[in-house]
């Protein structure tokens, strides 16, 4: 892997490489360990060894489980609070992964090789296993120790709200998300309605400087990640406001977006973050 020298020289500096202070004009140990990783969620994924996001476990977070609509053959999960079932997951206090439950994961692969001599049942036990836990062995970068599993790779909001969750939400509002209906809801805009959103988006964002966003044309179809959250941070709660059948849903986006803005501070209090949190929740809720 292409990682290997890097985690070579993370092993090694965290023993320790003999280093000259030019200023004190003398040696010291320098020692460095690398505590976060950054990377999209396929890049992250990939790094801690796990199935994904697809898969039947598919948090890198937590340890939740997703269903899937076996009716339609579809082979994609969806992880809902609730599932069809009337099991529920409670938000507040979700199975999270530690590395005490990693290493409790990995060592179930171990035994099964230990106990389960034919090659063939053991590797149909394994994927059993990897599955139910959404893992396929142990991660990258785990020899010093410096990287908690998960904490250590958070979230990007571009990629989770920008390029998954916004463009799908505006996608269910149209009537256009997997062919799902409004069944019991109320929430779909015409289309004639999002033309004219559409233009108005264009024609708000003429006066703006460019620092502060691009041109936003009339086709969201060829929306940037940037433009979708100059979009819905600042646009949709106005644009949208009224064009619900029921104001509900308006409510639903603005907090949201609220949601959003917080994730984007620079500073956060732990008092701030235990209300995200809390937002959060009630957000998710509210949406099933």
């Known amino acids: ?155 990007d909001t571009m990629h989770l709200f920008f390029e998954n969750i916004v463009p799908n939400l505006v996608k269910l509002w149209s009537g256009k998300f997997k062919g799902l209906d409004v069944g019991t809801g109320s929430y779909e805009i015409p289309a004639d309605t999002w033309d004219l959103i559409w233009e108005e988006t264009a024609a708000a964002v003429q006066h703006i400087p460019s620092d502060f966003v691009r041109v936003l044309g009339s086709t969201p179809g060829y929306y940037t990640a940037e433009a979708w959250a100059f979009w819905f941070i600042y646009l949709a709660p106005i644009l949208l406001k009224g064009r619900f059948p029921d104001t509900k849903y308006h409510t639903h986006l603005c907090e949201l977006s609220d949601i959003i803005k917080a994730c984007l501070r620079f500073t956060s209090t732990t008092v701030q973050v235990e209300t995200l949190w809390q937002d959060i929740i009630r957000w998710v809720r509210k949406y099933e």
């Open 1 to 155: 892997s292409f990682l290997v020298p890097y985690d070579d020289e993370c092993a090694a500096l965290a023993v320790g490489v003999r280093t000259f202070n030019a200023p004190a004009k003398e040696f010291f140990t320098l020692r460095g360990y690398t505590l976060f990783e950054m990377g999209d969620i396929i890049a992250i994924e990939k790094s801690l060894n796990i199935k994904g996001h697809n898969s039947f476990c598919p948090c890198r977070s937590c340890e939740i489980k997703g269903v899937r609509n076996v009716t339609d053959h579809k082979k994609l999960y969806y992880v809902p609070l609730t599932q069809p079932d009337g099991r529920s997951w409670d938000p507040e206090n979700l199975p999270l992964w530690t590395p005490e439950r990693l290493v409790a994961a990995i060592q179930k692969f171990d035994e099964i090789s230990a106990t389960i001599p034919d090659q063939a049942a053991a590797a149909k036990a394994k994927d059993v296993l990897a599955k139910f836990h959404g893992m396929k062995g142990l991660p990258a970068l785990r020899r010093v120790g410096s990287l908690h599993y998960p904490r250590s790779r958070p979230w």
